[in-house]
């Protein structure tokens, strides 16, 4: 019975570092699965370089985004968008 108790503690620890840490990284990771999933030619968007654009074509694992008003276009993998900009 006291070794029980003794890992209490342990245990309480790894509980309270799992809500703390571990599932709002997670929380995080699935919405933003959600957002790249949800990405639409004409969004305004970041990347995760700070490159600010909007979404001209959108394939399954790559999106083309023109990033200034004479047309220049770069492709970027869809996990390096950061963010769909408000419009």
């Not at 957002?35 to 999106?63: F, H, N, W």
């Amino acid at each position: 019975m006291s070794s029980l108790l003794s890992l209490l503690p342990l245990v309480l620890l790894f509980v309270v570092m799992w809500f703390l840490m571990i599932r709002p990284q997670q929380k995080r990771a699935k919405e933003h699965r959600e957002m790249v999933s949800q990405l639409q030619s004409g969004q305004r968007v970041t990347t995760i370089g700070g490159i600010k654009g909007t979404v001209r074509a959108v394939d399954e694992t790559t999106a083309v985004v023109v990033v200034n008003g004479k047309g220049t276009e770069m492709t970027f993998e869809k996990q390096a968008i950061k963010q769909v900009d408000p419009s």
